[in-house]
């Protein structure tokens, strides 16, 4: 890694290498753009939003569908002190909620996107009664579809390291979004501790599908790259999800030495995978495998190491690692090499200032968890009571960090900065852990959190969406993340209060479903009926409580009932019109929801499509019909039936037969 105190000299100084990135768009569509160029370009746009009014220390939203967009932009920005804040696109109302959110939390931001992106943010503000907050928005916004000259270069500031570089809103919640201020100094120290603890450097060929809004996408995978003046390769996220294989044949193509994943990607990889053989692949390049995010699973890293060994990856490849936003990202890494050392432990021993009681992994009260090696230079890390006061190794207790990575806290949020750290400096990460043989392993989290595909949620923030079901109220349902004996992931189940039979239950439990499956894309795996919901004496739910009566199968009779019930139930939402282009839609959705039968009248919805899974069938549908239908039209239209209609509607078909012609022209 070069030289530099901030990533303003490292972006200036490598404007005469000769290294690029590659964006990896399509099978057989890539674009190179070298270090110079993007160096040009970002000038350039940095010209236009000054002409715009952003100034040193003004703060901009980037709200881009395209890599290419996002990082001509985030460094633009960069370039001119003026702070980035990429917020994430999504089709989900959830996303826009977020998205006005982290604007009034930021003041008077500005916004680089496109026109269709602003259009749909207006459409929700106006159902939201948010239309004042989205006309301070819209005014101070700057869209790439207007961007049709950058011959004229902006006015470089030259940052300093105690300046903020960008601010990092946390995944997945939208009640509350707090914003992760990282200045220039945390990024340098994070990539310089990095960059010593795996041995990168610049001969190294990373590849990374993760968002660039995650930090393990732009931190991990793009800046510390680009510090290391590596030719980096990125993928869109929407590519991966659609066609996973990609992956690993990029890998192969373009003789990648470091890519990474959370949990669910290497899960996704597999499911994909199938029965497919590795002819074709060589991944004998391949040093580090990233693994991070979300709780890692020991089995599904040795299934994904064994089913890829023909291709020749190496075992020791699969890299486990622990971060966070508030530590510009890395805390601890394994050496280099290494092999994986899981651990299974009694679930029951594993409260804070509790020894570890290791157990046979096949053990009904196992869990396994990773090994996520030791602490980066320039980074502390300790085990510590709830007074924040080191515990011995096999304890388990709080991790704590400190160091010239760690943030100095959250954008104007006072209150949640007096509770993020101890009175010693040590910043509370909200994870349990434990040190054995003198590596990390996380047990658990302090706070209620659920993982779900590399992002995190507050259970408050799904249980208000819950609630918004007829006759359901704060206090009638708790989400909890819960991963059942042998399971790779967890899994998000939702208990709610209910005393009669379960056919009554029924219908709740689909609009609950529904509800929490639609405005957030999230699957519900379970929707359980509880008799009470247990609370501490002062009035504290208690989840635990609920995820452990779950995994012992207090509530496998009702359960079993309900899924009766629903398979019985008379299916709405419109009568089937037996088109070809509905029987078409059916055979697309059957196969991407595992060769279930769905109704052309049953809700996607209620029966709890993931986000994924739209993907997966929007990209089948736009194959058939391109162009015809956009994702966020499956919202709309939730059922095959509706869908179909308007598929219809669209081509201008007026019946069966016209339908069917152009679905097979």
């Not at 702070?83 to 999504?90: C, I, K, Q, R």
């Not at 009904?364 to 007074?387: F, Q, S, T, W, Y």
């Not at 302090?446 to 969406?465: C, M, R, S, T, W």
């Not at 609370?535 to 779950?550: A, D, F, I, N, P």
Request: hydrophobic share 45%; net charge negative.
């Amino acid at each position: 890694m070069i030289e530099a105190s901030t990533f303003t000299e490292i972006f200036e100084a490598n404007r005469g290498v000769p290294r690029a990135i590659t964006y990896l768009e399509g099978e057989s569509h890539e674009r190179v753009v070298p270090y110079a160029e993007l160096h040009g370009r970002a000038l350039g746009i940095l010209h236009h939003l000054q002409k715009l009014g952003a100034r040193r220390g003004d703060r901009i939203i980037l709200h881009l569908v395209s890599n290419e967009q996002f990082i001509d932009a985030f460094w633009a920005a960069l370039l001119g002190g003026i702070v980035p804040v990429p917020v994430a696109l999504g089709i989900s109302d959830e996303h826009k909620h977020k998205l006005l959110r982290i604007a009034r939390t930021l003041g008077a931001p500005f916004i680089y996107t496109d026109r269709r992106s602003l259009e749909r943010i207006g459409a929700y503000a106006a159902q939201a009664g948010e239309e004042r907050l989205f006309r301070t928005l819209e005014n101070r916004a700057f869209l790439v579809d207007q961007l049709d000259d950058v011959s004229r270069a902006g006015k470089v500031h030259r940052a300093r390291p105690e300046d903020i570089a960008f601010i990092q809103f946390s995944s997945g919640s939208t009640s509350d979004p707090k914003g992760v201020v990282l200045t220039h100094a945390n990024l340098i120290a994070n990539a310089r501790g990095a960059t010593e603890a795996a041995a990168m450097h610049e001969g190294d060929v990373p590849l990374s599908w993760m968002p660039l809004t995650h930090d393990m996408g732009l931190i991990g995978m793009h800046l510390f790259m680009f510090a290391n003046r590596m030719n980096i390769h990125l993928m869109p996220t929407e590519l991966f999800i659609r066609r996973p294989l990609l992956w690993m044949q990029f890998a192969t193509r373009k003789g990648v030495t470091i890519t990474s994943s959370p949990n669910f990607g290497y899960r996704h990889y597999l499911k994909v995978l199938g029965g497919r053989g590795t002819e074709g692949l060589d991944l004998s390049r391949l040093r580090l495998l990233y693994n991070g995010a979300e709780p890692i699973s020991p089995n599904l890293c040795q299934e994904f190491l064994l089913r890829l060994e023909p291709a020749g990856l190496r075992r020791s490849a699969m890299f486990p690692v622990y971060g966070l936003a508030e530590a510009s990202l890395a805390v601890s890494f394994p050496v280099p090499g290494a092999p994986l050392r899981p651990i299974a432990i009694d679930r029951h021993h594993a409260k804070v200032g509790q020894r570890i009681v290791p157990l046979p992994v096949e053990h009904r009260d196992a869990v396994e968890l990773m090994n996520v090696g030791r602490a980066i230079p320039h980074c502390e890390l300790r085990i510590g009571d709830d007074a924040g006061a080191p515990l011995p190794e096999e304890h388990i207790g709080h991790v704590l960090i400190r160091g010239a990575n760690v943030t100095r806290g959250y954008l104007d949020h006072p209150e949640a900065n007096a509770a993020l750290f101890t009175a010693e400096g040590w910043l509370r990460t909200g994870d349990l852990g434990f040190m054995h043989d003198g590596q990390l392993y996380i047990s658990g989290r302090a706070k209620e959190i659920i993982f779900v595909n590399g992002q995190n949620y507050y259970p408050h923030d799904l249980e208000n969406i819950a609630i918004r079901a007829p006759g359901l109220e704060l206090g009638k349902v708790v989400a909890a993340g819960v991963r059942p004996h042998g399971a790779q992931a967890d899994q998000l189940i939702l208990f709610v209060l209910h005393r009669t039979d379960m056919q009554e239950f029924l219908p709740v439990a689909l609009e609950v479903g529904r509800l929490v499956n639609e405005h957030t894309g999230l699957e519900v795996a379970e929707i359980v009926p509880v008799r009470r919901i247990p609370k501490t004496t002062s009035g504290k739910v208690q989840r635990h409580l609920l995820e452990q009566s779950y995994l012992e199968g207090e509530f496998a009779a009702e359960l079993g009932e309900l899924t009766a019930l629903r398979a019985a139930r008379p299916q709405s939402g419109g009568a089937a019109s037996g088109s070809a282009i509905e029987a078409r839609l059916k055979d697309i959705c059957d196969a991407a929801l595992g060769g279930r039968n769905l109704a052309v009248t049953e809700n996607l919805f209620e029966i709890g499509a993931s986000s994924l899974k739209l993907i997966e069938i929007h990209e089948q549908i736009d194959r058939e019909y391109p162009g015809v239908l956009e994702l966020a039209e499956i919202f709309d239209h939730p059922t095959i039936a509706e869908l179909a209609r308007a598929l219809a509607a669209r081509l201008g078909a007026t019946g069966p037969q016209a339908a069917s012609t152009r679905a097979s022209s």
